[in-house]
């Protein structure tokens, strides 16, 4: 089975500051990998996504994230945060077969400082 | 128009009642989903349904119980509520893995 681990729960920035949200995977193939934002009160939006081909993939409002098989990792990055950028993000892994299934991490809340 | 649509948005009720929550998306997926959103923001999946046919039953109390009268809409249904069930419930589409899934907006459920 396919697991998600997001290892910090709050990350805060200062506004124009670069920022890395990491995400790690448990998967026994080439996973699909995704980012999806939530804002307060809100569904849930996808960012960017990972099927196959080029590692490093672009994402709406700036975002881009960079998959590493040796690491088993999927982290986004932005590099210029905006004050609307404070949200919950969370990272996903789905499965290759098995009904779509995606399997989500536990979210890391980003703050913005001004 | 909206692409998964849930209604209603908000719902307060007592324990032990019984209530139902729609979800319609009018994308042409073949795929649809209900996930659970816990107070810690941990999201987990309940139910998926493809074409009508039932394909991911996760453990959940078989007081919930999804239905699909066609391949747009999908049901949950939720008997003998109790204060646990006290969540954001999230519906979801999707047609090819690829290309992930589309979220509705939620229903905020909660039990007194």
């Known amino acids: 089975a396919q697991s998600v681990t997001q290892p910090d729960i709050h990350i805060t920035v200062s506004e124009g500051a670069s920022l890395e949200l990491r995400c790690n995977y448990s998967?026994?193939?080439?996973?699909?990998l995704f980012w999806y934002v939530q804002s307060p009160g809100q569904g849930l939006q996808l960012l960017l996504k990972?099927?196959?081909?080029?590692?490093l993939v672009q994402g709406i409002k700036g975002f881009e994230a960079e998959f590493k098989r040796s690491q088993s990792s999927f982290n986004l990055r932005k590099p210029s945060v905006h004050w609307s950028d404070a949200a919950e993000y969370f990272c996903?892994?789905?499965?290759?077969?098995?009904?779509?299934?995606?399997?989500f991490g536990t979210g890391t809340q980003l703050k913005v400082e001004l | 128009d909206t692409a998964v649509s849930q209604t209603p948005k908000y719902l307060v009720t007592q324990m032990g009642n019984d209530k139902s929550i729609k979800c319609e998306q009018n994308?042409?997926?073949?795929?649809m989903y209900w996930y659970k959103q816990d107070s810690k923001k941990f999201l987990k999946i309940m139910f998926s349904?493809?074409?009508?046919?039932?394909?991911i039953n996760e453990t959940v109390p078989n007081r919930f119980s999804p239905k699909s009268p066609d391949k747009a809409h999908l049901n949950l249904h939720i008997n003998s509520l109790e204060l646990g069930d006290s969540a954001v419930y999230f519906c979801?589409?999707?047609?090819?893995?690829?290309?992930?899934?589309?979220f509705g907006s939620g229903t905020r459920l909660t039990v007194v």
């Open positions: 979801a589409s999707s047609q090819d893995p690829n290309y992930g899934y589309t």
């Open positions: 998967y026994g193939a080439t996973p699909y």
């Open positions: 990972y099927f196959s081909g080029d590692t």
């Open positions: 996903a892994v789905g499965a290759r077969g098995g009904g779509n299934k995606l399997t």
């Open positions: 994308l042409g997926h073949d795929t």
């Open positions: 349904y493809n074409n009508k046919e039932l394909i």
